[in-house]
């Protein structure tokens, strides 16, 4: 994937609006946490409502437990056009088994109940869209989001969504290409909050063996334009993965192989469990001293 694509619908949603940021809050604490002992994050993906927004609860908590540091909450759409086939095929089960973004907005409150983990909603545009901003960003202030992440909303079409979630403390997080600009760089960091979603490849979600080379150097460039955190993800599901990103990145985001693993369980108590070990593997891999992040990183 370059630069993320719009949505048709987003396409006539325009705005020169100007805000400043939503105050810092669970994620922000989250990665100050994170950098004072020189640890590399992991951020989870999972899709909420597969196979069940029952399921997503369970598994949420799971690899809260297992020591995830950031959960991105996915909202099934029909037409995922960043998604490899591994996430394409988790939302066509929620959408199945009946996910709403009011459903995924009440899994928020209930997970709220039990863990503090900072929760970012991932969706595509036209959902929030069709639900309305105000709308929805006063439910997802209310269930207890930190932050939204909507994927095919580009800064130009960013400037009325980005105040109503700044209103409603919800951090706004976008996308890093490798194929972006300096001058665009600079301009997403200066739209972003919470963290920067750093894509470690082009093309689409979904496993890789190995990171690409130049990824580092591509880090690098993206540090010169942003004090945030930098999230790496697209690609990320092995140890060696976090070995690598622990000496240069601030968070690893894993998302198909996770889902892969909810995909292949023969029960939600076995996708909690499977999922949690994962996560456990790849935490214990991003505290040890060779992924650590260094004072020159």
């Not at 209310?142 to 919800?170: I, Q």
């Not at 920067?196 to 150097?217: C, F, K, N």
């Amino acid at each position: 994937m370059s630069e993320p694509a719009i949505s048709k619908s987003a396409g006539a949603f325009k705005s020169t609006a100007r805000e400043s940021a939503p105050p810092a809050g669970r994620i922000a604490s989250k990665f100050r946490e994170l950098s004072a002992k020189g640890e590399l994050g992991v951020v989870a993906y999972v899709t909420a409502g597969d196979p069940s927004l029952e399921a997503t609860e369970k598994i949420v908590l799971a690899a809260a437990e297992a020591g995830a540091d950031v959960i991105e909450l996915g909202v099934p759409f029909s037409d995922p056009v960043a998604d490899g086939p591994t996430i394409q095929r988790a939302s066509e089960r929620a959408l199945r088994a009946g996910t709403t973004l009011a459903g995924v907005l009440d899994l928020v409150r209930r997970l709220r109940a039990h863990t503090q983990i900072p929760l970012v909603l991932f969706s595509y545009f036209n959902p929030i869209l069709q639900m309305g901003l105000e709308k929805f960003a006063s439910a997802a202030q209310a269930a207890g989001a930190d932050g939204v992440l909507a994927t095919d909303l580009t800064l130009e079409e960013a400037g009325d969504y980005r105040a109503v979630m700044h209103s409603h403390a919800l951090d706004t997080i976008f996308l890093v290409a490798p194929t972006s600009t300096d001058s665009r760089i600079e301009q997403i960091a200066n739209a972003s909050n919470g963290f920067l979603y750093l894509i470690s490849r082009a093309g689409v979600t979904g496993t890789r063996d190995a990171l690409p080379a130049e990824l580092p150097a591509l880090v690098r460039r993206v540090r010169k334009f942003t004090s945030l955190p930098i999230a790496v993800g697209f690609g990320i599901s092995l140890p060696t993965h976090v070995t690598v990103l622990g000496g240069i990145a601030d968070a690893a985001v894993v998302g198909s192989a996770l889902v892969a693993e909810i995909e292949k369980a023969a029960s939600p108590a076995a996708a909690a469990e499977a999922v949690g070990q994962l996560i456990g593997t790849l935490k214990r891999t991003g505290r040890e001293g060779v992924s650590r992040r260094s004072s020159e990183a």
